[in-house]
């Protein structure tokens, strides 16, 4: 009885494993979440001119399948970072719900209005090393999150905004 019952079970293993391989639920697991994911929460906005608009993925990869799709222009909360790959949710035009973006479909604005810049730091904290300056209003290209900071790139400095010197909105100042 007891060989049985484990005969039983070994077949109800391998029946499960080969269902979940061929369906392809295995594959859309291991890509769901990127590497080295990072919690974030900022705001970003579309700079991808496609006149379809920015794929929503239901996973980190291409290969995962389009939820729907951000027009150019458009904001968006990003709420996790990794591998080229940002997580988003509700998006102020176009897409609702959650799904993956390419990461370098979207931008982010610098503050500093009335200023001569904001600080770009080296690491995602005030008490680390300044790497450079970034003028007021302007377009910087977004690398990633942490947190509520934002990593870009200007004048191939590669540094670290503070939320107070963000802004996520294509068309308007964040003042």
């Given at each position: ?20 391989i ?30 379809q ?32 790959w ?90």
């Amino acid at each position: 009885m007891q060989n049985q019952k484990s005969k039983l079970f070994m077949g109800l293993a391998i029946i499960c494993t080969g269902v979940v391989i061929n369906t392809g639920i295995a594959h859309q697991i291991v890509l769901a979440k990127p590497n080295n994911s990072q919690k974030c929460n900022i705001s970003a906005y579309v700079i991808d001119k496609d006149s379809q608009g920015v794929n929503v993925r239901s996973g980190a990869s291409t290969k995962n399948r389009i939820l729907g799709a951000v027009p150019a222009n458009e904001t968006v909360n990003v709420i996790a970072s990794g591998d080229n790959w940002v997580k988003i949710t509700n998006a102020s035009s176009g897409f609702k719900g959650t799904g993956w973006v390419y990461l370098p479909t979207l931008g982010i604005s610098s503050r500093g209005y009335d200023t001569n810049g904001v600080n770009l730091y080296a690491k995602p904290n005030q008490k680390s090393q300044k790497v450079g300056r970034v003028p007021p209003n302007l377009n910087v290209k977004l690398l990633g999150c942490q947190g509520s900071w934002a990593q870009i790139e200007y004048q191939s400095v590669k540094g670290w905004l503070t939320k107070e010197d963000q802004c996520g909105a294509a068309l308007t100042s964040c003042s």
